[in-house]
């Protein structure tokens, strides 16, 4: 009888479950960050501030890579979004 050992689905469901998990702490509610849209500072502060946040939100999963890209990326959307707020009308 031949038998079949397979470690990879275990690992793959453990990797899936971790996106999952990452993805749902990545969108629960952020605080609105309000910062003065004419002082660089604040702006630079209030974007060191929600990336920390990010940072701490995937923390659990900062071995996985996939994760730290998603990190990454929700880094990069709210620091587009609030330069594009800093800027006059």
């Known amino acids: 009888m031949l038998e079949v050992k397979s470690t990879g689905i275990g690992h793959l469901e453990t ?5 999952q ?3 749902a702490a990545l969108h629960l509610n952020f605080p609105v960050p309000e910062f ?7 702006l630079q502060e209030t974007i060191a501030r ?4 990010v940072d701490e939100r995937v ?5 996985n890579q ?4 998603m990190g990454e990326e929700t880094k990069r959307r ?3 979004e609030m330069l594009k707020k800093s800027k006059p009308a």
Do not use: Q
């Open 78 to 80: 709210f620091r587009d």
């Open 66 to 69: 996939t994760v730290r890209g």
């Open 15 to 19: 990797y899936l479950k971790e996106l």
């Open 21 to 23: 998990d990452a993805a």
């Open 36 to 42: 003065d849209a004419a002082d660089e500072k604040s």
């Open 50 to 53: 929600m990336e920390a946040l």
């Open 59 to 63: 923390a659990p999963w900062k071995n």
